[in-house]
C-alpha cells in the first residue's frame, strides 16, 4: 500500500497477523492501527480489543471488505474509530486518519446504513420525556451531534461553547452512559433515539 507517500502520513510498521499486530503496536506506539479484520492467528476484531484495552491512545481504523452490519459493529464494540471498505481512495484514508487521531469517529458511507440498520431493528422505543442515564439537556445537544459525525470544533461552533467545554460534556457523557469512545456512543446514540435523523 502506498500510505507512506500521503502527506501527513508515516508508516511506522507493517504485520502479516494479528500476532504481529499486537507485537509491533506495543512496541511502535503508533498513533493510529489500519486493521485488517481478516487475519491468521488472531483476527482484527481481537487485535482491536487487545490494543485498545492495553493503551487507549492507540486508535483502530478497520479497513476491510466485510461491509456488513456484524462485522461493523463488532469493529467499534471492540474499540475501532473508524471504518472503512478496501474500496476507499488514499483521500478517505488519509483523512480518516487524521480524524481518528483528532477524537472524530469515521464511518465509510458505503457500510453507514448497515450501521444504522443494525442499531435500530427491533421495536421502536417509546418516546421518553426523561434524557436516559441522566444525562442533561445539554449532554443531549452533544451526543446528537456526535452522532451526526460532528467533530468537537463543529460541535463548539453549533453550540457556540469553547472546545474544552465540548470535551467536558463528552467526558461526561461517556461516562454516564458506558461508553468507551465515540464510537460506542454513537451506538448508544442510535439505540436510545438521540439522533437528529
Do not use: W
Not at 490494543?51 to 461493523?72: G, P
Request: charged fraction near 25%; charge should be neutral.
Amino acid at each position: 500500500m502506498l500510505l507512506g507517500l500521503l502527506p501527513g502520513v508515516e508508516v511506522v510498521g507493517t504485520a502479516a497477523d494479528g500476532d504481529e499486530v499486537l507485537r509491533l503496536a506495543g512496541q511502535l506506539k503508533p498513533d493510529v492501527v489500519l486493521m485488517d479484520l481478516r487475519m491468521p492467528r488472531c483476527d482484527g476484531i481481537e487485535a482491536t480489543r487487545r490494543i485498545r484495552a492495553r493503551d487507549r491512545d492507540v486508535q483502530v481504523v478497520a479497513l476491510t471488505t466485510y461491509a456488513d452490519d456484524k462485522s461493523v459493529l463488532d469493529a467499534l464494540q471492540a474499540g475501532a474509530r473508524g471504518y472503512l471498505t478496501k474500496n476507499a481512495g488514499a483521500d478517505d484514508i488519509r483523512r480518516a486518519l487524521s480524524q481518528v487521531t483528532q477524537g472524530a469517529a469515521v464511518i465509510d458511507p458505503a457500510v453507514q446504513h448497515h450501521l444504522v440498520d443494525a442499531l435500530t431493528s427491533g421495536a421502536p422505543r417509546p418516546p421518553s420525556t426523561e434524557a436516559p442515564d441522566g444525562l442533561t439537556p445539554r449532554e443531549v445537544d452533544v451526543l446528537t451531534l456526535i452522532a451526526d459525525g460532528l467533530s468537537n470544533t463543529e460541535i463548539a461552533q453549533r453550540l457556540f461553547v469553547a472546545k474544552a467545554t465540548v470535551k467536558t460534556h463528552i467526558n461526561r457523557i461517556l461516562g454516564k452512559i458506558g461508553a468507551r469512545d465515540r464510537a460506542q456512543a454513537v451506538g448508544y446514540a442510535y439505540r436510545h433515539g438521540l439522533t437528529s435523523g
